[in-house]
């Protein structure tokens, strides 16, 4: 596969006319883009149109609102997966698929207008919405029982007097909605880990800003492109404490890193360039970490007690489980949170909201277009 930098194709007209012509076809009943040029233009937009972070909602879903292309869709998406009586599946799961979009965008667009003391919830279930939609392109059986119902997910016992946030942990247990996204989504087993709010945290890009400013915590390098190379300050081996060939060993060991082995990952000029055939997903990142821009970082230190390689969905849906349970149980804490503004939680939760209202449906789309 070519290497296409994503910020090498970035022009919103190219973006906006692709969208206008698949758009344009879907209204008048196709089910394909048959425009050649279309079609090749079609594939950029699957590639970078779904992570634009801040287009209208709506549009992040809009090709999904035509019940031919979806069971289209679904056909194609089962067939890949070699699912026995595809399309008869695809027409069976459609509606269901639709639902379950349009109900996940009424609770993200009620979040977007409601007060922070409710965005938490109106987050939480309005991604699980999306989640699921997500799984009925793999599983088109789901739910086959009421162990995949159930959130997946545990928190501890509190409150003690100086309970905060960050150091709060969630726990996942071996059945229900979170395990199976891991497994049918991104093809990920899961034990029964614990991962505190911090860590998390410090695993979306868009939330080091913050740790630089309150806790003088310089998180992470950002990375540039130059051709087909991913280039970070050589000053990162040091941090890792490795030479570039043990640096290989490490980057080899993240399937979906991008990285080409075919190649060497050199030294020069205070710069480390890692060469990539494949520009990463926004989904499956590990060891690197996108922001809403889409620009790239990894982290300063390498900590594998506070090391987290799931994709950032689940990130996410681990802080939003946490912070909803918070939100609908303790009520004292949550209202004393936002009203008295003690300690640093507050500026955490504010802006990890924000990000999330727009990264959530922006990744949901990118898995649902990618190629």
């Known amino acids: 596969m070519e290497f296409i930098s994503p910020h090498m194709i970035h022009p919103p007209s190219i973006l906006y006319f ?27 937009y699957r590639t970078i149109g779904a992570i634009e972070m801040d287009k209208p909602l709506a549009e992040h879903f809009l090709p999904f609102y035509s019940a031919a292309f979806t069971r289209t869709y679904l056909t194609e998406a089962y067939e890949q997966l070699h699912i026995p009586q595809a399309k008869a599946k695809s027409y069976h799961t459609c509606y269901s698929f639709i639902y379950h979009l349009q109900q996940g965008e009424l609770y993200l ?8 003391e409710l965005k938490p919830l109106l987050l939480f279930y309005g991604f699980i919405q999306l989640l699921k939609a997500c799984i009925l392109t793999r599983d088109p059986d789901y739910p086959q029982n009421s162990d995949v119902l159930a959130h997946g997910v545990s928190t501890r016992k509190r409150k003690k007097a100086a309970y905060c946030f960050l150091d709060d942990e969630v726990k996942v247990q071996k059945n229900g909605l979170f ?36 806790y003088k915590q310089d998180l992470s390098y950002k990375g540039t492109f130059s051709g087909s190379y991913l280039t970070f300050p050589s000053k990162l081996l040091d941090s890792y404490h490795m030479t570039p060939n043990r640096f290989e060993q490490y980057i080899e060991a993240f399937p979906h890193s991008g990285y ?7 030294e020069e000029a205070e710069l480390l360039s890692i060469p990539l055939h494949h520009s990463p997903s926004s989904l499956v990142v590990s060891p690197w970490l996108l922001d809403h821009a889409g620009n790239i ?31 609908r149980y303790e009520a004292e804490w949550w209202g004393e949170l936002i009203h008295t ?17 727009k990264k959530l449906p922006a990744l949901i789309a990118n898995f649902l277009l990618k190629e």
């Open 179 to 214: 395990s199976h996204l891991l497994d049918k989504m991104f093809h990920m087993k899961h034990g029964f880990e614990k991962y505190q709010m911090r860590t998390l945290l410090q695993h979306i890009a868009d939330l080091h800003p913050l740790f630089l400013k309150l």
């Open 260 to 266: 080409n082995p075919r190649m060497r990952i050199t």
């Open 341 to 357: 503004f003690n300690g640093a939680d507050y500026p955490f939760i504010r802006h990890y909201l924000t990000v999330a209202e």
């Open 18 to 44: 692709v969208r206008k012509n698949i758009i344009s076809s879907l209204s008048i009943g196709q089910t394909t883009v048959k425009n050649p040029i279309i079609n090749v233009l079609f594939r950029i």
């Open 297 to 327: 970082y990894i982290l300063k230190k390498r900590n594998d007690k506070a090391q987290c390689k799931l994709p950032e969905p689940a990130i996410h849906y681990l802080l939003l489980y946490n912070l909803s349970m918070i939100s």
């Open 109 to 116: 667009k009620q979040a977007h207008t409601s007060p922070v």
